[in-house]
């Protein structure tokens, strides 16, 4: 049996390892009380299998797993979304169960109808990647769509083939915003590769549509993981402050404390705050990333008061 790519994690799995796995699923009392799960779940994994996993819709699962009839509209209903909730559930329990970490394990991202298939002890990390390519780039291409509908306001409206072609390319610019969650290769900016936090971060405040003013105290290089993190969290408190808060200007201290063994991280915007965990600002990944490092976390966000993020990092 040859091996497939199967996974966001690049690690190769063979198709029969993959099957050996979804047989044992469907062994265990989460998935034998229930056949709508069992179709749900071998089907997306047939069909990824099979290379077809960009046709893994909620109309497709619709017509295919639920029997609906062609001219169903899943956006109208529902119910594939709630089906998708339980089986992530149920995939979720079973693993929770296991203590094997020898296996692989498939699993079903939220909001996604698409298998990703790893080993277990690598899950933690895949969740991670999933986060980097989406809070990295969303910072420039919020930039850019603020930049192109600026433009598109200040074109006169005798000027109407620019006015629509800037109109086009900001919709291009949201569609790619969007496609963002549907992409988990872990990519990372060249420059925080090449060039470390510092200059990596200098490049990311040019780039801001509000005014930043970096307060940067690192020398040297840190951690992969620690600049990795770090960078995110920078760039997923400015989009936050640009699309939400209001803000005219943002401060980011970066502190790296040698002897506390520490990164210390403050970004504080001067917005109208009010800031929560459940707004759908980002709040709650960037929280589940500094914890996975063994890191503090704290958020101050008074309504009127601007926000204030402090992070704590461990370099060792």
Do not use: W
Not at 77 to 100: E, K, M, T
Not at 202 to 217: F, G, K, N
């Amino acid at each position: 049996m040859s091996n497939l790519n199967l996974s966001s994690t690049e690690a190769l799995f063979s198709v029969a390892a993959v099957e050996e796995e979804l047989e044992r699923i469907f062994r265990d009392p989460h998935f034998t009380e229930s056949a709508i799960l069992k179709k749900f779940l071998s089907f997306i994994v047939q069909e990824t299998i099979q290379g077809r996993s960009n046709c893994l819709k909620e109309y497709t699962i619709a017509i295919n797993v639920l029997e609906k009839p062609l001219s169903f509209n899943p956006q109208e209903n529902g119910i594939v979304r709630i089906h998708a909730g339980r089986l992530r559930r149920a995939l979720s329990d079973y693993y929770n169960d296991l203590g094997r970490d020898d296996q692989v394990v498939i699993s079903i991202p939220k909001g996604k109808y698409v298998p990703f298939f790893a080993n277990r002890s690598n899950l933690a990390e895949v969740a991670i990647i999933e986060r980097d390519l989406h809070d990295g780039a969303q910072q420039r291409l919020v930039s850019l769509v603020l930049e192109l509908g600026m433009a598109q306001a200040e074109v006169s409206t005798e000027e109407g083939e620019l006015r629509m072609r800037l109109g086009h390319a900001g919709e291009q610019a949201r569609e790619a915003l969007r496609e963002l969650r549907d992409l988990s290769r872990g990519i990372h900016p060249a420059i925080l590769t090449d060039g470390g936090l510092g200059k990596a971060l200098r490049a990311m405040t040019r780039r801001s549509p509000i005014a930043v003013e970096l307060d940067l105290r690192v020398e040297g290089r840190l951690p992969d993981r620690v600049e990795i993190s770090a960078y995110y969290i920078v760039a997923e408190a400015l989009t936050n402050a640009t699309k939400h808060s209001g803000a005219s200007g943002v401060r980011v201290c970066v502190t790296a404390e040698s002897g506390e063994g520490a990164l210390r991280l403050e970004v504080a915007d001067d917005g109208v705050g009010g800031a929560e965990f459940s707004g759908g600002t980002g709040l709650v990944g960037l929280k589940d990333r500094v914890e996975a490092l063994g890191g503090r976390f704290d958020l101050h966000s008074p309504r009127g008061g601007g926000t204030t993020l402090h992070v704590t990092l461990p370099l060792t």
